[in-house]
């Protein structure tokens, strides 16, 4: 149940149109639900404005469905994350309005959002390999109702790539910045802007990379200020980080 819905069930119990018996029985399931396999948290909406966010990862394709379909009867809206391709053909057949990207691994089920931020995300990716994990933090930005644009393969390898799209970079609220190998794009892009930069670190890279470690200290050790560091692939992480951000800048204006 998010914040919309429990306020029309509150006016309709004011106004007779819901007894309070059957009030009960709608909020019975706040603040969670207790399957045989996962306590599911209706009541973070309440909390933070969206609701629990499933990563797939580890759990069965029966444990997804179950979870999925007592989300969607509360009215939530479902952000499902590093999942299979036979997770979105099985989860389809619940809600037409389901939508996979193959790239992030994401699955959605969901309205499009009512309004768009103003505040724009840019989402940054040093490398074509880097784009699942940037992909990942669009999903997720976008899913929460931020305006996202994307710059793709502008690492340092070839700097005059990013600096030929500095409009990009000037228009941004923040910045999500995704690298691997040795991860020093997000230094570069924080030495050229005045906004938060989250460094994404991925674990694309030959043997000494360690699978993102070697990006990842970079990123921690950025001489650049303003740049803060997520977990190795975190795209998910990065991208809902960003939101908040972007949100913070709409109430100000």
């Given at each position: 149940?998010?914040?919309?819905?429990?306020?029309?069930?509150?006016?309709?119990?004011?106004?007779?149109?819901?007894?309070?018996?059957?009030?009960?029985?709608?909020?019975?399931?706040?603040?969670?639900e207790a399957?045989?396999?996962?306590?599911?948290?209706?009541?973070?909406?309440?909390?933070?404005?969206?609701?629990?966010?499933?990563?797939?990862?580890?759990?069965?394709?029966?444990?997804?469905?179950?979870?999925?379909?007592?989300?969607?009867?509360?009215?939530?809206?479902?952000?499902?994350?590093?999942a299979?391709?036979?997770?979105?053909?099985?989860?389809?057949?619940?809600?037409?309005?389901t939508?996979?990207?193959?790239?992030?691994?994401?699955?959605?089920?969901?309205?499009?959002?009512?309004?768009?931020?103003?505040?724009?995300?840019?989402?940054?990716?040093?490398?074509?390999?880097?784009?699942?994990?940037?992909?990942?933090?669009?999903?997720?930005?976008?899913?929460?109702?931020?305006?996202?644009?994307?710059?793709?393969?502008?690492?340092?390898?070839?700097?005059?790539?990013?600096?030929?799209?500095?409009?990009?970079?000037?228009?941004?609220?923040?910045?999500?910045?995704?690298?691997?190998?040795?991860?020093?794009?997000?230094?570069?892009?924080?030495?050229?802007?005045?906004?938060?930069?989250?460094?994404?670190p991925?674990?694309?890279?030959?043997?000494?990379?360690?699978g993102?470690?070697?990006?990842?200290?970079?990123?921690?050790?950025?001489?650049?200020?303003?740049?803060?560091t997520?977990?190795?692939?975190?795209?998910?992480?990065?991208?809902y980080?960003?939101?908040?951000?972007?949100?913070?800048?709409?109430?100000?204006?």
């Open positions: 149940m998010n914040l919309d819905l429990l306020k029309q069930l509150l006016e309709d119990i004011y106004r007779q149109k819901v007894t309070p018996e059957e009030g009960v029985q709608m909020l019975k399931t706040l603040p969670y399957l045989d396999f996962a306590h599911i948290d209706h009541h973070r909406s309440l909390r933070q404005g969206f609701p629990e966010v499933i990563y797939c990862e580890g759990k069965t394709t029966a444990q997804v469905v179950g979870i999925v379909e007592r989300m969607l009867a509360q009215g939530h809206p479902v952000l499902a994350t590093r299979r391709e036979e997770l979105y053909q099985e989860l389809k057949r619940l809600d037409e309005r939508r996979y990207n193959p790239l992030a691994r994401t699955i959605v089920i969901a309205d499009p959002p009512s309004r768009r931020t103003e505040g724009r995300i840019l989402v940054a990716s040093a490398g074509t390999s880097d784009i699942p994990v940037a992909e990942e933090a669009v999903v997720t930005a976008e899913t929460l109702g931020s305006s996202v644009d994307r710059l793709y393969d502008v690492g340092v390898a070839g700097l005059h790539r990013l600096l030929a799209h500095q409009e990009l970079l000037d228009r941004a609220r923040v910045i999500v910045v995704v690298a691997g190998m040795d991860g020093a794009l997000p230094s570069v892009i924080g030495g050229l802007v005045e906004k938060p930069v989250i460094a994404v991925t674990s694309v890279g030959y043997g000494a990379s360690f993102g470690i070697a990006a990842l200290l970079t990123m921690l050790n950025s001489c650049a200020a303003g740049v803060a997520v977990n190795i692939d975190n795209g998910f992480g990065a991208g980080i960003a939101h908040f951000i972007n949100i913070l800048g709409e109430k100000q204006t």
